[in-house]
């Protein structure tokens, strides 16, 4: 089972491929950029790619703390305003073989926009 609603499931397997990763750098500051990313339902994950990874300051902060958030959003309409969005926060792995990769183990999950009002937990693992 899934720690993600039926609705979010929708949203992060209906095409969107870019999101935002969050880490936090050796002096607390905090970093955000754009990645391509996807769900990955064997283990219930998003999994963060990107060329030359490995060198990047995001895959650095990640393998440093172990900690990451991505924001996957866009806009329903603009008229009305609809912004939907899933936060993701949790454990994070900096994965260098086969393929290097950033996976996010979710631990919070919010989201809005995907139905009736805002939906935030902490996940149970």
């Not at 329903?76 to 936060?87: F, K, Q």
Request: proline share 6%.
């Amino acid at each position: 089972m899934s720690v993600f609603t039926d609705s979010e499931l929708r949203y992060l397997t209906g095409g969107r491929q870019l999101g935002r990763i969050a880490t936090v750098g050796p002096d607390g500051t905090p970093h955000v950029v754009p990645v391509g990313w996807i769900y990955n339902a064997a283990r219930d994950t998003i999994d963060i790619g990107g060329h030359e990874l490995e060198r990047s300051k995001k895959f650095r902060d990640v393998a440093r703390t172990g900690r990451a958030a991505i924001v996957v959003d866009d806009l329903e309409s603009t008229d009305p305003w609809r912004p939907r969005a899933v936060e993701i926060r949790g454990r994070a792995e900096a994965i260098s073989v086969p393929t290097p990769l950033i996976r996010i183990h979710p631990e919070r999950i919010i989201s809005w926009g995907l139905q009736q009002g805002r939906s935030a937990r902490t996940v149970e693992r």
